[in-house]
């Protein structure tokens, strides 16, 4: 039985039962000091450095997006601005795979994904601080447009023309096209996390129920990025808009713990959470 240790280092940690799994969670944000302020207007609770939680049912599974798993699906979406993230988000939760991952700010929830199927399989927790971003956040649009790019590869300075004709109002956010095209560099080889909507276009039951937001991932690079953010050569690199990628933090990054649920305490930690209406039916309303 092992617990979290007080260093910023990738932590594993196997668990006995269910209250290690929430004493963890409690150290981890009392060490790192979470919730606190982060990015966006101060006072905004939604984008406050924060723990975020993932559950797994098989715990030798990575962290990927959806789409990794099934490379079949037509990503491109007809409608634009603020609109085209909560389709993407609706089409996580409803219709096909997606380039988003699923996090929650609530850790029962992510305790219910991991322990509802898989029974015989070890299962995982991940926590991850983050500071996330408000959806109605301009340069969402720059990661959410990939979906519609023709082009198998592209370079950046030949998306930012695309973007920059889509959304004209863009140029008031760089006094140099060389500036955007630093940026571009920087949000599209990561990705950012995105809150939920305040005021959605679209229900989506089931994001507002799993407490969720959603990981918009960056894409694969063919240059090499870290020669080229500069703002001399930024435009030159060539990205490849359909195949996302997950951040490297997420794969034994420092601030993520995995915890690590033996099997045997799947159909226990199962019924406490139905004791707490944690259940099926209320998190994957149809």
């Not at 798993?69 to 007809?78: A, F, G, M």
């Not at 276009?201 to 969720?212: A, P, S, T, V």
């Not at 996302?244 to 690590?260: C, W």
């Amino acid at each position: 039985m092992s617990d979290f240790e007080e260093k910023y280092d990738y932590q594993e940690i196997m668990v006995e039962d269910i209250s290690q799994i929430y004493q963890i969670a409690n150290d981890y944000n009392s060490f790192y000091d979470l919730p606190r302020s982060g990015r966006g207007d101060p006072g905004d609770e939604r984008t406050y450095l924060q723990a975020f939680y993932r559950g797994q049912s098989d715990s030798s599974w990575k962290i990927t997006p959806s789409i990794c798993r099934d490379t079949s699906v037509d990503e491109s979406i007809l409608e634009s601005g603020d609109l085209l993230f909560e389709v993407m988000a609706y089409n996580q939760h409803y219709i096909h795979a997606t380039r988003l991952i699923d996090f929650t700010m609530d850790i029962n929830v992510a305790l219910f994904f991991a322990c509802c199927e898989n029974i015989e399989k070890d299962a995982a927790i991940f926590i991850w601080s983050y500071s996330p971003y408000d959806p109605k956040w301009t340069r969402i649009k720059i990661q959410c447009e990939l979906v519609n790019v023709k082009k198998q590869r592209i370079s950046v300075s030949e998306y930012a023309e695309i973007l920059l004709q889509k959304y004209p109002g863009l140029k008031d956010n760089c006094t140099y096209k060389k500036d955007f095209y630093t940026d571009l560099v920087s949000y599209l080889d990561h990705g950012f996390m995105i809150m939920q909507p305040r005021n959605p276009y679209l229900e989506n039951m089931r994001i507002q129920r799993q407490k969720g937001c959603l990981y918009v991932c960056g894409v694969k690079f063919e240059t090499p990025i870290d020669k080229m953010r500069t703002s001399v050569n930024a435009g030159n690199n060539i990205l490849c808009p359909h195949e996302p990628e997950a951040p490297k933090e997420l794969d034994g990054g420092n601030f993520l713990v995995k915890v690590v649920i033996p099997a045997r305490l799947k159909n226990v930690i199962m019924k406490q959470l139905e004791e707490k209406g944690i259940t099926k039916e209320a998190l994957l309303p149809m």
